[in-house]
């Protein structure tokens, strides 16, 4: 069973789950079922990527009860653009054959647009659609802006996150604030840059668990929750196999030793937000 972590408004939300980006179609639908039935129940999806629809009729096809699965999607950015959070969440419900999300993120921090947005979150949560909001992209700067307009703190900042950006500086300014990161791209995509790393030649033979296995674990030492994307059973499989072992400090350390802030997505500062 995996574990969970409790959210700041008490929402439990599982430690790992599924990432969907970029699989589609019968492909993904097929996968959620399998997932479900391995124990899966975190699954991940946003409106830009096209892909709620397929995950909604896995979720129908596995006649798992709602309760069962938490569900993540993102407002996108053209949304955003457009002026229409509202209408495009009561949209992600319907092609996610829900009545509520479990949780509801901002996808991108879009200048000048992401402060109105938070706050039509928040008031969506209160009518009883979303049980956590939270963003995605966020740095501590784009925080500090939804503190000064709002009260109310993200349940949750999903970031790019693994050994080569571990994002330290953002860990802990979210953990003095009770705020949950979560990682994507946690294995940097297969980056052979990540992958091939000579520090993992060791700690593959000492722990028996190969590089994906190892970033999952250390994500879940660190209380940073993970998203790994998955197109196979046996890569569902293999991903779920890391609550059998636990890393020591001083390898724990070998891995944070890794960082080097490099990125295989895009920096929120330094990008073209009309084309996300």
């Not at 996808?107 to 659609?129: A, I, R, S």
């Amino acid at each position: 069973m995996v574990p969970v972590f409790t959210l700041k408004n008490k929402v439990r939300m599982p430690a790992l789950g599924m990432g969907t980006f970029p699989l589609n179609g019968i492909e993904l639908s097929e996968l959620v079922v399998q997932a479900l039935q391995m124990g899966y129940e975190l699954f991940d999806t946003s409106a830009a990527y096209g892909n709620e629809s397929s995950l909604g009729q896995g979720l129908l096809l596995s006649r798992k009860p709602r309760s069962s699965f938490f569900l993540t999607s993102k407002v996108c950015n053209r949304d955003q653009y457009e002026n229409r959070v509202e209408e495009a969440l009561d949209q992600t419900l319907k092609q996610l054959r829900t009545d509520y999300l479990d949780l509801y993120l901002i996808h991108w921090p879009v200048p000048g647009l992401f402060q109105k947005t938070w706050l039509t979150l928040v008031e969506m949560q209160k009518q009883g659609k979303v049980r956590a909001i939270g963003v995605a992209n966020f740095h501590p700067h784009h925080l500090e802006e939804l503190a000064r307009i709002s009260d109310v703190v993200p349940a949750v900042d999903q970031v790019e996150l693994h050994p080569l950006l571990s994002q330290q500086p953002l860990r802990e300014y979210c953990r003095e604030r009770g705020i949950q990161l979560e990682a994507y791209s946690p294995v940097a995509r297969m980056h052979e840059k990540l992958i091939l790393h000579p520090g993992w030649e060791a700690l593959k033979k000492r722990y028996g668990k190969t590089v994906p296995q190892l970033i999952l674990r250390w994500d879940f030492q660190h209380e940073v929750i993970a998203i790994p994307k998955a197109s196979s059973p046996a890569r569902l499989r293999e991903n779920l196999d890391i609550f059998d072992f636990e890393l020591s400090e001083e390898d724990m350390a070998v891995i944070d030793g890794m960082n080097c802030n490099f990125r295989v997505r895009y920096d929120p500062d330094h990008c073209d937000m009309t084309k996300l």
